[in-house]
């Protein structure tokens, strides 16, 4: 069956780095476009980045220079490294797949940046 697990999310200071990776398995990876979103306390589920089949990027504004969409087909990996954390980057990461009519959510990872 179709899966997205999600690891790398903790706590790290204001500042910091840390990188998510997204394992998939179930369907054919290579050919999905695949996002990270995350979600507040409280607030909506927002996009954070978007990698296509072909490999073009795309980044919400507040995360552009600081984090970084990437995939390895060959693995079925999906990541994204994130630098130059804030407090207000705290949220669950949420990896998803995406190809008409078919879309898939992992169960996401926590990320706490702390001031």
């Known amino acids: 069956q179709v899966q997205l697990v999600e690891s790398g999310g903790g706590l790290v200071q204001a500042g910091g780095s840390l990188r998510l990776s997204c394992a998939a398995s179930g369907f054919t990876f290579s050919t999905y476009l695949m996002a990270w979103f995350r979600q507040a306390p409280g607030k909506r589920r927002d996009l954070v980045a978007t990698?296509?089949?072909?490999?073009?990027?795309n980044y919400a504004d507040s995360v552009k220079g600081r984090f970084t969409i990437s995939r390895n087909n060959a693995k079925n990996t999906l990541y994204l490294q994130m630098d130059s954390l804030k407090p207000e980057d705290t949220a669950v990461y949420y990896c998803?797949?995406?190809?008409?009519?078919?879309?898939?959510w992992g169960q996401g990872t926590q990320v706490t940046v702390s001031s």
């Open positions: 998803h797949g995406d190809r008409v009519p078919y879309n898939y």
């Open positions: 990698i296509d089949s072909d490999g073009s990027t």
